[in-house]
Nanobody, 126 residues
């Protein structure tokens, strides 16, 4: 089965940037739709971004649109989430997830994903 590992989290001041990475093992990341989700304490897990396995199609939530960018690197077997202009409300544990899909498929619902990483903490100071 596919295994996922997130990295790149940390603490940053509001307005700063972080780059998260999701590295796959066990299988090639090709042929998997990938999503990023986040969960703050006491909050529901929410969609952040998704990318099709071809890398051609992406989508982001309204709350991060224009600030976050998701990109796939097939040769690194990784998907990256570039987060710019971070806000305090972005503070959460960020998870990557994957599901087998068609080349153009993106997915925004957590229930659609079969594989999940352990998460990486992002803390944004006011």
């Amino acid at each position: 089965q596919l295994q996922l590992a997130e990295s790149g989290g940390g603490s940053v001041q509001a307005g700063g940037s972080l780059r998260l990475s999701c590295v796959a093992s066990g299988r090639a990341f090709a042929a998997y739709t990938v999503g990023w989700f986040r969960q703050a304490p006491g909050k529901e897990r929410e969609f952040v971004a998704t990318i099709s396995w071809s890398g051609a199609n992406t989508d982001t939530s309204d709350s991060v649109k224009g600030r976050f960018t998701v990109r796939r690197d097939i040769h690194q077997n990784a998907v990256h989430l570039q987060m710019n202009n971070l806000k305090s409300e972005d503070t959460a544990v960020y998870y990557c997830a994957a599901v087998h899909g068609s080349s153009a498929t993106v997915a925004k619902s957590a229930s659609e994903y079969d594989y999940w990483g352990q998460g990486t903490q992002v803390t944004v100071a006011s």
